[in-house]
């Protein structure tokens, strides 16, 4: 589903008759703001799982040589 140009424009008149025009810089930033710090926590935990992938990875070979020695 796509938001069409007609959308949009009904979406800002309401934007701007709830906050203001005076309040829509401060809005803006703030948004930008939040959607960096989201995109930044989801490739951090992005990392985090890469890490633990890896990690458990390099810890499998050891575990199944110790279990080929017990027997």
Not at 11 to 19: D, T
Not at 39 to 66: F, R, V
Request: charged content about 30%; hydrophobic content about 40%; overall charge negative.
């Amino acid at each position: 589903m796509r938001i069409g140009t007609q959308e949009l424009l009904i979406i800002l008149v309401v934007v701007v008759i709830i906050f203001g025009p005076k309040q829509l810089p401060k809005l803006g930033k703030m948004f930008g703001k939040t959607m960096r710090n989201f995109k930044e926590g989801i490739n951090e935990e992005m990392a985090d799982e890469d890490n633990a992938t890896k990690a458990a990875s390099t810890q499998e070979p050891a575990a199944e040589a110790k279990t080929e020695d017990k027997e």
